[in-house]
């Protein structure tokens, strides 16, 4: 398939690995104001109708991985943040809030490699990946609180699920910005790497992942993402129908056949 058009991130494959960069460094990468959630959202899109990509993986150009939403607009009351509460709540319905929803139906593994601050609503982007690898210059923080609002993009119920009620509560709570070692110590990224190698060591663990059968693949990261809101039985039920058609995949048989030839 072509690659989508984009107007504020780029897009690159190579080895069934795509990598999304947010391009909008003049404003730290910031999602309202931009067109970014269009961009992220479409790339959604076109991942899950692409057999040729396993796995996606979304960083930040400049300095900053994104900060969110753009605070002028909100000082100004313009942009996605203008008009009455009925005004706005539609602007979030049809605007940010499509980046959750499209995310959370991305059928191959998503890797966030943070290359500097996730602000905001850059936070809750982060911690809408599977997996999160940071720079050394990373810093993560959900802000709202200390502007008056809330995590109106989802944030709220992402962030738990991550690290567990009560750590997620102190840091919505306080607002408080942690570094990039505070955060692979609390479990919100899996590793810290120096910046210049953030990309090197993101790529290695995305074709890690590319080099697993493609169909097996994507029915395991549906498979890890429904155990979440199932009941056991249900899911083992789930379970059993991916399995029977794994095992009639051509795939399947050939990853069989090269584990036997390897002895």
Request: hydrophobic fraction near 45%; include cysteine; glycine fraction near 8%.
């Amino acid at each position: 398939m072509p690659l989508p058009q984009l107007n504020d991130a780029l897009l690159d494959v190579q080895d069934r690995v795509a990598t999304l960069t947010f391009n909008r460094h003049d404003v730290r990468n910031a999602l309202t104001g931009t067109g970014l959630i269009d961009d992220i959202v479409t790339v959604a899109d076109w991942i899950n109708r692409s057999d040729e990509v396993s796995v996606l993986v979304m960083t930040g150009a400049g300095s900053a991985f994104s900060s969110g939403g753009n605070v002028k607009d909100m000082a100004e009351r313009g942009g996605d943040f203008a008009g009455d509460a009925a005004e706005v709540a539609t602007r979030y319905r049809r605007g940010i809030q499509r980046i959750p929803l499209a995310l959370q139906q991305v059928e191959v593994p998503i890797i966030a490699a943070v290359n500097g601050p996730a602000i905001g609503a850059g936070f809750d982007l982060a911690n809408m990946a599977d997996i999160r690898i940071a720079s050394a210059k990373a810093k993560f923080g959900e802000t709202f609180l200390n502007l008056g609002i809330i995590p109106g993009d989802g944030g709220a119920w992402f962030m738990q699920r991550l690290i567990g009620y009560q750590r997620a509560f102190e840091l919505t709570l306080s607002g408080r910005v942690v570094d990039a070692a505070e955060a692979r110590d609390i479990g919100i990224v899996l590793e810290v790497v120096a910046p210049e190698q953030l990309m090197a060591r993101a790529t290695q663990l995305a074709r890690s992942f590319a080099a697993q059968p493609p169909k097996a693949l994507r029915l395991t990261k549906r498979l890890m993402k429904m155990a979440q809101r199932m009941e056991l039985k249900d899911f083992l039920d789930l379970s059993a129908a991916f399995q029977g058609m794994c095992h009639n995949e051509p795939e399947h048989l050939e990853a069989v056949r090269k584990m036997l030839e390897r002895g």
